[in-house]
């Protein structure tokens, strides 16, 4: 652990270190001491301060373990009142804790080990040992055990002796330059890992398949693509099974399995890798808000924003509910911390539990992740909202903007401040801008009343009048607020249904779609729609469409030699 300088010195703080939850190390920082170090002898000082936690020696295992590292929490006792912070030098008033500021960890390094003894037993290896030979006869019959059980999993299939053979050749070659049966085994395992099988999901054609014309996909090809798109990873072994029954393509097998595997948790990536993707809520750190326009911001923002919208889209996917109810749903899910950003009483805790909403925080719509992710860091932005809205919830996302179109007019210092909808007025104005704005502004200016941090307001800090949320959308619907909006988009749900649903096909197909993909997705939500939208309901769609259960060899161009070689669906 080190510092380039010291902050939070003036009290004195005790730092533990903890493996498997029990106390490893413990010392002091700060106090009197420790101020006087830095304060007379300064880099000296420091580096003694920083010295006391570095090197620590620590005996361990081998394997896994749960090391923590933190300093004892000390009374953080402060008033509710949020103030402006007084920032002299960027970066030493960063808040710790709420508003307290306090010591930090800047980094942390963990070495070793640093006296090995011997090859450790760790989980990882007794999975890839399932047997060890006890004489130098036994050796190959144990390499095949262990090259076909690892091999199995790699290719997602059952083998054939041609599968091994290339880990059994690098084997040999390993023993005969002298290693040991374990060298054999790391040489072997290289060849599983190269191997293209494992490299590569492919889509093997059958006899007679004609370039041009779709194919059904095996079932062992099958049970890689639902398992890739399901679970985010290689299928498992029932599915494996099932596959090599031949029986996985008949629909009440194909429909049970991916029910199976919808309750399983490895079914998660579908919020953490397609949603998050889908409503582009990564990197939230890189807003990066000033803190002096939002005195209410601190970095335990962003992480408890994600954990929001993880667990919102989460319980409406493993409850298998409508997936209206991401934009409906008056039930969101907070923790203390966030509970006061968006001023809700009695949620006390860093516990994230269910929490019903007021009205104009229902779904998507009044989530602070989202609302934070179209802003900038000193202002809301009414084009990136509406843009936001058109291309993740209804579809139809912007064209860019013609070049030469002049900048955003910002506010400038000691002029009258104008609000967010003055300038866009002013700037909308000209009628190269008016054509593309007209349909855009109207969305954003509807969640006006959230600022940059997704708080709820009712007049613009910076000009000191009240919001104004009205607006006429490009239908001529005229919507006053966020209420409006998303009534309007509830009235439309096929809209956004189709949006959803062509986002999602995507990722299970893992390509983008094209305009003969489209009668697919309207299918699929027109036949959906009696089940009122449900999640499972919209997958199975997806899973018994053409499109997921086909393939095609590619038509060759003028003078490029045929192929019957297996179609590479997609890259792992």
Not at 242 to 250: D, E, R
Not at 258 to 278: C, G, I, N
Not at 488 to 498: G, L, V
């Amino acid at each position: 652990m080190g510092a380039g300088y010291l902050w939070g010195e003036l009290d004195p703080n005790t730092l533990i270190i903890t493996v498997d939850g029990k106390r490893v190390f413990q010392d002091k920082l700060g106090g009197a001491k420790d101020l006087d170090a830095v304060d007379l002898q300064q880099a000296a000082g420091l580096t003694m301060i920083n010295d006391r936690f570095r090197n620590v020696p620590v005996h361990i295992t081998a394997g896994e373990h749960r090391i923590g590292i933190t300093f004892v929490q000390t009374s953080a006792a402060e008033t509710n009142e949020t103030l402006h912070a007084f920032v002299p030098v960027a970066g030493m008033g960063q808040p710790v804790n709420g508003n307290s500021s306090g010591p930090r960890l800047a980094n942390v390094e963990i070495k070793g080990p640093t006296v090995a003894q011997g090859v450790s037993d760790t989980p990882s290896r007794r999975k890839i040992f399932t047997c060890y030979p006890k004489s130098a006869a036994q050796e190959p019959a144990c390499a095949q055990q262990i090259f076909a059980t690892i091999a199995r999993r790699a290719f997602r299939r059952p083998l054939t002796d041609a599968d091994l053979k290339g880990a059994m050749d690098f084997y040999a070659q390993g023993r005969k330059e002298g290693g040991d049966f374990d060298n054999g085994i790391q040489k072997g395992l290289l060849a599983i890992l190269v191997s293209p099988k494992f490299l590569f999901r492919m889509h093997e054609p059958p006899p007679g398949a004609v370039p041009g014309k779709p194919f059904p996909i095996n079932d062992i090809d099958l049970a890689s693509r639902l398992s890739f798109f399901l679970w985010a990873g290689p299928p498992d072994e029932e599915l494996i099974k099932v596959a090599a029954s031949g029986s996985l393509h008949q629909l009440p097998v194909l429909d049970a399995q991916v029910q199976r595997m919808l309750k399983d948790p490895r079914s998660h990536s579908l919020v953490t890798d397609f949603a998050f993707e889908w409503l582009n809520v990564h990197g939230l750190e890189l807003v990066d808000p000033d803190t002096n326009l939002f005195p209410d911001y601190t970095s335990d923002l962003e992480p408890a924003f994600e954990k929001e919208i993880e667990l919102f889209v989460g319980s409406v996917f493993d409850s298998d509910s409508s997936v209206m109810d991401l934009m409906t749903s008056n039930r969101t899910y907070l923790n203390e911390r966030l509970a006061l950003h968006y001023k809700i009483p009695n949620v006390r805790g860093g516990e994230f539990r269910a929490v019903t909403v007021p009205d104009y925080r229902r779904g998507l719509l009044g989530k602070g992740a989202i609302l934070m992710a179209t802003s900038y860091a000193n202002r809301t932005s009414i084009v990136l909202r509406g843009a936001y809205v058109l291309d993740k919830f209804l579809g139809t996302p912007p064209v860019a903007p013609p070049p030469g179109i002049p900048a955003f007019a910002e506010s400038q210092e000691g002029a009258d401040q104008l609000t967010v909808r003055a300038r866009m007025e002013a700037h909308r104005a000209q009628p190269s801008c008016n054509a593309c704005h007209a349909i855009i502004d109207p969305i954003g200016l509807a969640m006006e009343n959230f600022n940059a941090l997704g708080q709820w307001r009712d007049k613009d800090i910076d000009a000191g009048t009240p919001i104004d949320a009205n607006g006429k959308l490009g239908d001529g619907t005229a919507v006053h607020g966020i209420n409006d909006l998303r009534n309007y988009m509830t009235a439309h749900a096929p809209q956004f249904m189709e949006t959803f649903t062509e986002n999602l096909m995507s990722y299970g197909l893992g390509r983008g779609l094209d305009y003969y993909d489209m009668p697919t997705v309207r299918a699929i939500v027109r036949d959906t729609a009696k089940d009122n939208y449900k999640f499972s309901t919209i997958v199975l769609g997806i899973i018994n469409s053409p499109a997921f259960r086909e393939d095609e060899i590619p038509l060759k161009g003028p003078g490029e030699p045929s192929s019957s070689t297996p179609h590479v669906a997609a890259s792992l």
